[in-house]
């Protein structure tokens, strides 16, 4: 089945850890993201790539980094720069990242700081 | 700057009713595209139903259809005959050619009671 794979589901950090979240995706789409969600809020877009080794910041990519090595993947890693990282991540792709494109979303990664 | 704006915080409606989701959105583009997600409490964002600014005719997909109205502004989502697996949250959302990203709204939390 074609999708978009995230993991972990669930995520642990101890304050001034790097963590790195997973995002893959066999749907053969050019363009990925990364979104963050906090709890009672809409969407807001961390990175996007629309092409393997670029990517671009979105609105709120400070204390975050990105790679896009692979079609497939592209993994986030929130850095100990990252002020307030626990939310909800969530990883989407689309086709080819034009902007109008249906953009579909991973099952997500609950990322807690302790 | 794009803008979604949903102003009903949450809904109740009962089985088999009906059920209305308004969204009205901002934006200078000519050419943007208008999207609905659900999103379950597991927090996986499902994609629902999509309108192209030039689109002629509302969208519809299976008991989801869209009421775009171009000229107010608005991009209601209608459910018909609701069902028990409608409970959760639904988002309205945008974009426009050339922008990478997709502008979300607050979120219409629906429940369905028996």
């Known amino acids: 089945d074609g999708g978009i794979t995230q993991s972990p589901k669930y995520l642990f950090r101890k304050e001034g850890q790097n963590v790195t979240l997973s995002c893959e995706q066999n749907l053969n789409h050019d363009a990925m993201y990364w979104y963050r969600q906090d709890p009672g809020q809409g969407l807001r877009l961390i990175y996007y790539s629309q092409i393997v080794n670029d990517f671009q910041k979105g609105d709120i990519a400070e204390g975050y980094s990105v790679s896009r090595e692979k079609k497939e993947s592209f993994p986030l890693t929130v850095t100990s720069a990252q002020k307030n990282p626990t939310a909800f991540y969530l990883c989407?792709?689309?086709?080819?990242?034009?902007?109008?494109?249906?953009?579909?979303f991973g099952p997500g990664t609950r990322l807690t700081v302790l | 700057a794009q803008k979604i704006t949903q102003t009903q915080p949450g809904m109740f409606v009962q089985e088999k009713e009906a059920v209305t989701l308004d969204c009205t959105y901002d934006t200078s583009d000519p050419s943007y595209g208008l999207f609905w997600y659900k999103q379950p409490s597991s927090g996986e964002m499902i994609f629902l139903i999509y309108q192209g600014s030039y689109d002629q005719q509302n969208a519809t997909e299976g008991r989801y259809s869209l009421n775009f109205q171009k000229a107010r502004k608005s991009a209601n989502l209608v459910i018909s005959a609701s069902q028990l697996g409608d409970s959760a949250m639904y988002f309205c959302?945008?974009?426009?050619?050339?922008?990478?990203?997709?502008?979300f709204g607050q979120g219409t939390r629906l429940t369905i009671n028996p």
């Open positions: 989407a792709s689309s086709i080819s990242g034009t902007g109008t494109d249906t953009q579909y």
């Open positions: 959302a945008m974009s426009g050619k050339g922008a990478q990203k997709l502008v």
